[in-house]
């Protein structure tokens, strides 16, 4: 009989372990065997993915760059969460949100999180949604309506001439409608999320309503003039960040059977409205969940930890994250005299760790810096037993020199060449352990320090020490730049190295301002706007750190930007009305939601150029909101900038954006969108059609790098109509066809504000083009260290 290791590595030494087991259970599943599966075979464990953010460790704990992804799309399913539930609740039925409002948005939210999130879509739950969008279909309900958006493979597409995969197209189907539609049956193969948070029973006379969140909205009187009296209103949304279950919640990695067939995993949150709405019976009414919002990034995609947790263990602790066990803890090759760290950006597959020496521990002179672990798995077994060590580190043996004021003047130790060295001290180690030897002479002196005339000096009668000593320590100044007298502050004058709390002048400088404005924000008033902003080589990767928020951003700009070259509202449809354009309140709820869902996040506004919104009875529109407070809290305010007296069409970010894209908006310099959008055929769905407007449809949009950052400044808004913080503001254009339908043209501009204190900085050495204002000003010892990392707070 013969025995086969299972292992997938790339050599025989490593045993099968859980990835092997995982990955055995992933290529098991495909598109055409995964409908004869069992359900079971369509999940993999919860353990699977670790450290899955959560609300409870958002302000307390360090979410990790390999974790960015997963925050991303939990922000993502919280902000449509709250968007929807705003607008439901906040308007009128014939005011909601049309169909291809709602396709549009969960197809922006996967063309903006390019690199971040692979599909999102909306469920509602049996008998839930009100379409007004159909003609002489007032106050009905359809059966089931589950718009949902995917990144599609466009390989074989006709207008893919090149025949590559562009990760551009989109395709988007109701999974209410057509074949295998009941996603609310316990026999759907995809419905992991279903049960998160539905079907919702509550009722609010039993005291457990939804939670309430507070909106304080400043609307423009006028240009340059606030109205005099703010609108408070309130509605009801997803949970409380401080609930035991929080806002979002997570689905074990599933096989998304029949769509993308794909392994995926999802980020879920309610949406809440009103139900029954329109009755006489109004003690029937109450405000439920009626709907998720699902948003799911690839679970290749999603890095995994081989390291072992070090520290308290789940049972010792009462930190929800660390009751999160990893199933693939331990899977590491990481040497005992190593430990293990995770990288980022690997996915799954083996290796995205590295190996650094432990406390006491060296890397080996051929080394440079610490063993990866994508370099380890691939070892044979005999590279294996033979490197990836770390050496113990003893005393550095150096040349001792002591100069000491006595009798004797000067005194050399010197130790008596062995016999073994024949000479050559090429193969001689100079670390040494001087514990052994009888004497042990304290060594301070670095071999640089020798003072070349004190040590030549002979005993000498008294009268000559004085000037001779003082002949010998003004040489060893001018030769060696170092002070050989021994005197009580000798430390003082001679210390080169600065202590851990000095700064540089130039980092001094900016950490001096921004804890200054930090403690007392009121002495703004009284500077200038250049002594507000801080220099632009502080945003030292800020590309990185921050791209979730320059992503949401971007995913603003790709919804207005489709919705302004698709939607024509002069299109008459056989059953459905033609969608209207956007109105202010849909814009407020945008904002209002965007800022509401992301943590980092200070304010988010859209900003149209004159005359641009033309549903507003002011040349220029630009709703900005904000969060109340620092804390994740649901008091949000909403104000209109072109009311503030300033107004926004002179500031920097919006000159910037209009002066570089107002002229030159063309369509070869943006990035082509193709959506294929399904719907449902009649009201009872009983099969998908193309979108009646065109298959495929197709809009231009901008990427990151057509936007840009702006320096950090102190925001001083007068009479604290704006948050006074530290921000870092990212801006993107936003694009729409011309009056006459043709071609595009500069719309607006989205601009979203970060807190600079989530910014971390890097103050290790760099070469001499990167712009970084902190690099350089670490406290690495360049002898005894081989390179100084990177750490995030």
């Not at 660390?322 to 290796?351: H, I, V, W, Y």
């Amino acid at each position: 009989m013969l025995l086969f290791d299972k292992s997938l590595s790339q050599f025989e030494w490593i045993a099968y372990d859980k990835i092997d087991e995982i990955m055995d259970r992933m290529n098991a599943v495909n598109g055409m065997n995964c409908f004869q599966k069992q359900p079971s075979e369509l999940l993999l464990p919860e353990e699977a993915v670790y450290q899955k953010p959560s609300i409870e460790m958002l302000k307390k704990d360090i979410i990790m760059r390999n974790r960015t992804q997963l925050l991303h799309i939990r922000n993502m399913a919280h902000r449509n969460a709250l968007l929807f539930s705003y607008l439901f609740q906040r308007l009128f039925d014939f005011e909601e949100p049309g169909l291809t409002y709602i396709l549009l948005h969960n197809a922006a939210d996967i063309t903006g999180g390019r690199s971040m999130i692979n599909g999102s879509g909306i469920y509602f739950d049996q008998d839930k949604y009100y379409p007004h969008w159909y003609k002489n279909f007032f106050n009905k309900t359809i059966s089931l309506f589950g718009p949902y958006a995917w990144r599609a493979d466009d390989f074989y597409d006709a207008f893919n001439w090149k025949h590559e995969w562009t990760n551009q197209t989109i395709q988007e189907e109701d999974s209410g409608a057509g074949r295998n539609h009941q996603y609310t049956s316990r026999y759907n193969r995809r419905n992991e999320w279903y049960s998160k948070w539905l079907p919702d029973q509550t009722r609010n006379d039993q005291g457990r309503g939804k939670p309430v969140h507070t909106v304080q909205l400043l609307l423009a009187d006028r240009m340059y003039k606030l109205r005099d009296v703010p609108q408070n209103f309130e509605f009801y949304g997803p949970p409380h960040p401080e609930d035991p279950q929080g806002p979002t919640l997570w689905t074990r990695p599933y096989f998304d059977c029949g769509r993308s067939d794909k392994w995926i995993i999802s980020s879920v949150s309610p949406i809440v409205d009103i139900y029954p709405r329109h009755t006489e019976y109004r003690h029937l009414q109450s405000m439920r969940n009626l709907a998720v919002a699902v948003t799911h990034i690839d679970f290749l995609m999603t890095d995994i930890n081989q390291c072992i947790e070090v520290g308290q263990t789940s049972a010792q602790t009462n930190d929800p994250q660390s009751k999160q066990p990893n199933l693939f803890a331990g899977t590491d090759k990481c040497k005992p005299t190593t430990r293990c760290e995770p990288l980022f950006g690997f996915g799954f597959r083996r290796g995205g760790y590295q190996c650094l020496c432990q406390p006491g521990f060296r890397y080996p002179p051929y080394q440079d810096g610490p063993f990866k672990g994508y370099v380890i798995e691939k070892a044979t077994k005999e590279e294996y037993q033979n490197n990836f060590d770390c050496i113990k580190v003893e005393l550095y043996l150096q040349v001792p020199q002591n100069f000491r004021q006595s009798n004797m003047e000067v005194f050399a130790a010197r130790t008596r060449r062995s016999a073994d060295y024949n000479g050559d001290l090429s193969n001689v180690s100079i670390y040494h352990d001087l514990s052994k030897d009888s004497i042990s002479i304290p060594l301070t002196e670095s071999v640089l320090k020798v003072n070349p005339i004190a040590t030549l000096v002979p005993p000498l009668p008294s009268f000559l020490k004085s000037s001779l000593h003082n002949v010998a320590l003004f040489s060893g100044k001018l030769v060696t730049g170092f002070n050989n007298d021994k005197s009580a502050d000798y430390m003082k004058k001679s210390r080169t190295k600065r202590y851990a709390y000095e700064r540089s002048t130039r980092v001094a400088t900016i950490m001096q301002l921004y804890d200054r404005l930090d403690r007392d924000p009121q002495l703004c008033e009284f500077m200038t706007e250049d002594e507000l902003a801080m220099p632009g080589d502080v945003l030292n990767d800020v590309d990185i750190q921050l791209e979730s928020q320059a992503r949401l951003a971007l995913t603003l700009s790709h919804f207005l930007s489709s919705f302004y070259q698709i939607v024509n509202p002069a299109e008459d449809f056989p059953l459905r009305k033609a969608e209207l354009d956007l109105t202010d309140e849909q814009l407020i709820g945008e904002v209002l939601a965007a800022a509401g869902g992301d943590y980092k996040v200070v304010g988010v506004g859209i900003f149209f150029d004159r005359g641009k919104f033309r549903n507003y009875r002011l040349p220029y529109f630009g709703p900005y909101a904000y969060r109340a407070g620092k804390d994740i809290s649901r008091k949000y305010t909403v104000i209109d900038w072109a009311g503030l007296p300033d107004g926004y069409e002179n500031e920097i970010w919006f000159r910037t954006l209009k002066a570089r894209w107002a002229t030159n908006a063309d369509r070869s310099e943006l990035t082509e969108h193709w959506l294929k959008l399904f719907i449902r055929s009649d009201y009872a769905g009983n099969a998908l059609v193309h979108h009646e407007s065109g298959f495929p449809l197709y809009s231009y949009a901008p990427e990151l790098k057509h936007g840009q950052w702006f320096p950090p400044t102190f925001q001083c808004s007068r009479n604290n109509t704006l948050p006074r913080q530290w921000i870092v503001t990212y801006a993107v254009p936003f694009f729409g066809l011309d009056a006459l339908g043709i071609n595009l043209e500069f719309k607006g501009v989205v601009r979203v504000d970060a807190y600079l204190s989530y910014l971390d900085i890097n103050q290790c050495a760099m070469p001499h083009y990167v712009p970084n204002a902190f690099k350089g000003s670490d406290r690495c010892d360049y002898q005894s260290t081989v390179v100084c990392f990177h750490y995030f707070d």
